[in-house]
């Protein structure tokens, strides 16, 4: 007999686990999870005063980051190994000093090794959108680089 399949909501959260281990950069802006599903991921983050730029805001290459960020959490979400293949963004509004960001990734569709992915973030404060981003993905591997490991294990 067959063993069922895996509950790609672990799959999911293990992925992420593995992901944000390894991400330096993530720590060191302060990004932390919110959560994360098969084809979706959420973080979040405080605008510190090392992520400012010249004006007072947020650097647009933080904000940026952040919804990168989020984008590799979503399109790595089903337990393949994938990278951006290209990706844009639009800044709305400016964030400021303490401003908490919400970056939420959507996947869009995925056909074969490519996938779309759209990013929102927006300042909980208020609900207003910061930027959209749109990340295009392609898978290299189909697993991660390294096992992911099973919850307990």
Known sequence: MNPLPEDPQKIAERCADFMLSGDATSEAYG????????????????????????????????LFTLADAAFSLACNSHGRQSVAQQCSIAFVRPAQLGDRL?????ERCRAGRSGIYDCTITNASDGKIVAEFRGNSRTIADAMPVPVKASGS
């Open 31 to 62: 990004f932390s999870l919110r959560r994360v599903g098969p084809g979706e991921a959420e973080l979040e983050m405080t605008v510190s005063p090392g992520s400012l730029n010249v004006f007072g805001t947020c650097h647009g290459g933080v």
């Open 102 to 106: 919400i970056a939420y990734a959507l």
